[in-house]
């Protein structure tokens, strides 16, 4: 099996865009734990992951029980009202009965999940404990939760404690159907809850220990193994899912094909040539940042209308000279040639955001402007990096944002959003970090967006004829809270040795002009 290659910042990727599309809520946050087992936090509005590393399996079958822990999640937030703690018997017996509830309810949704379910099943048992191995009264609910799931348990029981199980659980399975039938939500179940309590004679209050289903991580099954334990789990399930294939559950053709795309995708996001660490330029590390917050969706919708036409390359103009003579308009009195106008954009840009003190109140607005620039470029298939400079613990850190050979993404917009605008504008010193970037890759265009002069602009001047040797054009854009004050950055910055310069008084016209400057 092909050895995984995910980055944390993948994985975020891949379950944020899961997660949403399966719960149908677009602004789920995803982190990453290697601390807690995976979990969803609905006051949050956020899903917490255990790492792929840490579970078990080879590496396909470890992304199999990551699709489908991801699926639980978000049919959680899609159909539950509260998630308990699992740490004491009442919160984790009602989230184990919510857990069937949902997945009988997401099945008639998402109805290819069966075969994957089923997969996820014989690991789920496999990574709960020997009852031998849980002590007191919390080996009844421990093997409460295995029946119920599973219709098996690991280990011997009382037959005095066993009978309670099978009672319990036969009342449990009665609840979950009669909610599922009657369309009854998180809080009617709970009220049976304290039913089951009674019927296993514990305390709701016994707390349960921690049972993560990554003790045993790298922990390989034979194909034999998960053979026999996936017919087990199939023959015990067959009253939910009919007929079960073991052989072709095994397989997993489907999630298969997925998963060598995703790889593929994964090695075309690698970073090529220059390391940006190594020249002094930060990446932001993935955090739990929520970037749909500085999605103005009105925004990016209308600049997508209004440079439309220049996504598929060519406009069709009418002239009174051309290519081809049109009846119609010459008839009607209009220009009687019409011509195909080339209006795609092959410039490669550079874009360095302006991340110091002097935006800060004026931070969220920024980003959702130049998200909206980000957003469009992708749209018209632009080939473009970002970059952005502020200071973090008193020295100046140049950030990449998007190199331009990664796809504009979730990640990237992560990134943007998590950038804190504080410090002063050293553009010179930024500039020095970004050179070697900018001589290897030689875009036409560098584009820095500014709302206040350099801290040394003699310096300034020195890198910006440096960049023009190469070849690429410097362009300015300078902005500020009136006309007059932006028209006063803009002729500033015309003294720095830019090519162009140009200037907005309001943060909504960035991406426009912008991309005005890239027409061919």
């Not at 949902?102 to 990574?127: P, T």
């Not at 011997?156 to 009978?163: A, G, L, P, R, Y």
């Not at 036969?170 to 039938?181: E, M």
């Not at 991340?355 to 004026?362: K, T």
Request: glycine share 4%.
């Amino acid at each position: 099996m092909q050895e995984i290659q995910f980055k944390n910042e993948s994985i975020v990727e891949i379950a944020t865009f899961l997660v949403r599309r399966w719960s149908g809520k677009d602004k789920t946050v995803i982190e990453i734990s290697d601390k807690m087992e995976t979990k969803t936090r609905l006051s949050e509005n956020k899903v917490v992951l255990t790492p792929l590393e840490k579970r078990i399996g080879d590496n396909f079958q470890k992304y199999r029980q990551f699709r489908t822990s991801l699926w639980y999640e978000a049919m959680r937030i899609k159909f539950c009202k509260k998630i308990l703690s699992n740490d004491h018997a009442f919160g984790f017996i009602l989230n184990t009965m919510e857990t069937q509830r949902i997945e009988q309810l997401g099945r008639k949704i998402w109805k290819g999940m069966d075969d994957e379910i089923i997969f996820n099943y014989a690991y789920m048992l496999v990574a709960r404990p020997q009852l031998n191995t849980v002590y007191g009264k919390a080996r009844i609910v421990e093997a409460f939760y295995q029946y119920f799931m599973f219709g098996a348990i690991k280990g011997e029981i009382q037959s005095s404690h066993f009978e309670k199980i099978k009672k319990a659980t036969a009342f449990a399975k009665k609840i979950v159907n009669k909610g599922i039938d009657e369309n009854y939500d998180t809080d009617w179940l709970e009220k049976n809850v304290s039913e089951i309590v009674k019927i296993l004679d514990i305390d709701s209050l016994l707390t349960i220990p921690v049972s993560l289903p990554f003790m045993k991580a790298g922990m390989i099954l034979s194909e034999k193994e998960l053979l026999k334990i996936l017919k087990i789990i199939s023959k015990n399930k067959e009253g939910d899912f009919s007929s079960v294939d073991s052989t072709a559950v095994l397989r997993g053709d489907n999630v298969y094909d997925e998963y060598k795309v995703i790889l593929d995708e994964n090695k075309k996001m690698e970073n090529k040539g220059l390391i940006p660490e190594a020249i002094g330029i930060q990446i932001p590390s993935t955090k739990n940042v929520n970037e749909t917050a500085i999605y103005d969706m009105s925004l990016i919708n209308g600049l997508k209308i209004k440079f439309k036409e220049w996504k598929y390359g060519w406009k069709e103009q009418h002239q009174r000279s051309g290519d081809e003579f049109d009846e119609e308009s010459y008839i009607e009195g209009h220009e009687p040639f019409f011509i195909d106008v080339n209006k795609s954009i092959k410039t490669k840009i550079v874009i360095l955001l302006d991340h110091s003190s002097s935006i800060a109140s004026d931070a969220l607005e920024y980003k959702k402007a130049t998200l909206a620039l980000c957003e469009v470029l992708a749209y018209l298939k632009v080939k473009f990096a970002v970059y952005a400079f502020s200071t973090q613990n008193r020295s100046i850190v140049c950030w990449s944002i998007k190199p331009d050979n990664i796809k504009w993404n979730s990640i990237t917009a992560k990134r943007l959003a998590q950038i804190i605008a504080n410090g002063s504008t050293p553009l010179a010193e930024i500039y020095d970090k970004m050179f070697p970037i900018l001589q290897s890759k030689r875009p036409d265009i560098f584009l820095t967006l500014t709302d206040g002069e350099p801290s040394d602009p003699d310096a300034v001047r020195k890198m910006t004829k440096s960049f023009k040797r190469l070849g690429i054009n410097m362009v300015a854009l300078g902005f500020g809270p009136n006309t007059v004050r932006a028209t006063t950055i803009a002729n500033n910055l015309r003294h720095l040795g830019y090519e162009k310069t140009l200037a907005v008084s309001r943060l909504n016209d960035i991406p426009s002009k912008v991309i005005n400057i890239l027409k061919v």
